[in-house]
């Protein structure tokens, strides 16, 4: 037997839910779900490569409590966040009768939880949904928060919902199947939250980032910790009117490089945007006067030793020109009025929103880092 | 010069808004928006029935106090209420590049306004949505309380959100326009509030029914009085946990005879099928020895009177047989546990949630009704 997995309580007053964290939580999944819901029906939402590794195990220990599950297996991939598989998640949820009780469950990485927590949101203006997310990307992001939604011709995730899960198993033991590209791309989210405000953490990932990559007692501290800092920010803003915009840290660059890669994964996945799009954002502070140079040279560096990418010309294939990246930049989501919201940084640790940036400014600074 | 409109305040806290009711109000559109909205542009979604009498109207407003303005024009009718059309209208949005104070306004009835209302609210996740609603059963029921959404193949409305509107406009000149049948459609939800809990309302619309179809004073009073019934039963239930369920009399047995009739708008619209209902509810808590035989004999007489159908042998064509009727009433949203909700009543204006109905009883009674 495994010991009992630690409990992160995201705080949202009637709408509040546990993240259990820790190893063998597949296994136990069905007992942890039957003990906190009432419901006897669900419906399993998952992709072609996490069906085979954990579909079986989930669906025996599902029956095996007396809850009647149906489950549909999705294409793996960025390109199953559209309306194209939307909607026959939805009528599957619908056809399995599901009723108020009852739950929608994901089983996969960031792309199925954002579909599945989306179709949950919208299928009898919403329904109950559980999270277990497979990858470390989705252990410490977005299986934290409420944010669902899909991409649209238009950008990444424009189309969604807010809808908090009711439960979230994180089992930090299928981390051990992701590749080690996969893992070090969730890892950059782990990262952001040092560098978002936790200068402590962000030192401590210096000197232990090999043991949270190997497995164990270290991982599970750095994804509760990240799962902590993401509940503290979405208990104190659950709409992103004001600080929760703090956790786009890197993410405003990191789109439009997704954008501009046309989400093609063997280019650019999401964490590898992150990646590039906070070192950019602690040089830009720096341009800016905002923050020392050391700051930016600093997240770099450890960011480029556990081998994620830094810089825009390491991305593979032609990126389009600034002016482009620029365009899809001002079609992101932080835009009020004309004006560009960035998240800049004063510091190791010290993010604050600035919503006043001027659009010469980061036009400038992009042709500077990317010369046509 | 028109007078002012009357107002009807939907309190939800930092959701709050306003309906206006008046003659007048798409003339005026324009200026009421820019009097309570900061945004500069609006994409305003219709349908092709309502297009060439009000489109260039409100376009021609919203240009002249400087706000651009995109459109799209739908298909008129319940089957736009589809994934097929949603898809096109987010996209409309999308490419307007509205930005968090723009709006989408939809102009429209119950069709175009809970097509919309979904689109608003899974744009961004979540954008400002404005209504105005061009039929009578827009204006009292669906503009009102945030109930947005599109049908599924498993039923009606079983896709959307709640999102809240920012601002109502409803013209009751526009009504002017509506056919007979559309009108009187529209009709059944005002009486439906009478029969909720309010007998003087009901008893003065039998006084003044002609009035209220002729236009003028006694149509804005009906109305406003709507309009106040459903925002005060909203602003105590945002999300349907509880009483909100009871302006869903009539709507259980009236979603079964729509789906029963494949929304066939030429045999049923959602009205008639809430008048048959209203008097099927009635005459059920009859049965269930709840109210007195002549309490359904009354609303059945008012409904006949003004013109819409009151039982099933009305509408034309071959309903499928009692227990079909009964599968869709199961499928409906109103079921926990495998039990029935209905609403029910204990007299005129005595309307209750009741939980536990027996779909022994239901399924009999529908037989009796409807003998195969």
Known sequence: MTASPRTVRVELGDRSYDILIGPGLIASAATEIAKRLKGRRM??????????????ALMDGLASVGIEAVSAI??????????????????????????????????????????????????????????????????????????????????????????????VLADTDVLDTLSPREF??????????????????????????????AGGDARIEAVAISCQAKADVVAADERENGQRALLNLGHTFGHALEAATAYDGTRLVHGEGVSIGMVLAHQFSSRMN????????????????????????????????????????????????????????????EAFVADDVPASEVLSFLKEKHPA
């Open 43 to 56: 419906a399993v939402i998952t992709d072609n490569n996490v069906a085979p590794l954990y579909l079986d």
């Open 74 to 167: 999705l294409p793996a991939g960025e390109k199953t966040k559209s309306f194209e598989h939307l909607i026959p998640v939805c009528e599957t949820i619908l056809g399995a009768r599901i009723e108020r009780n009852d739950a929608v469950i994901a089983l996969g990485g960031g792309v199925i939880g954002d579909l599945t927590g989306f179709a949950a949101g919208i299928v009898r203006r919403g329904s109950r949904f559980i999270q277990i997310p497979t990858s470390l990307l989705a252990q410490v992001d977005s299986s934290v928060g409420g944010k669902t939604g899909i991409n649209s011709p238009h950008g990444k995730n424009l189309i969604g919902v807010f809808h908090q899960p009711d439960l």
């Open 184 to 213: 070090r791309a969730g890892y950059a989210e782990v990262a952001k939250y040092g560098l978002i405000d936790k200068p402590d953490f962000f030192e401590w990932l210096e000197k232990n980032w090999q043991a949270v990559f």
């Open 290 to 349: 905002l923050a020392s140079p050391d700051v930016a040279k600093r997240v770099e560096s450890h960011l480029k030793t556990v081998g994620l990418p830094t810089s825009m010309d390491e991305i593979p294939g032609t990126l389009p020109p600034a002016e482009v990246l620029m365009d899809a930049i001002a079609q992101d989501k932080k835009v009020k009025g004309g004006k560009l919201t960035f998240i800049l940084t004063r510091g190791l640790g």
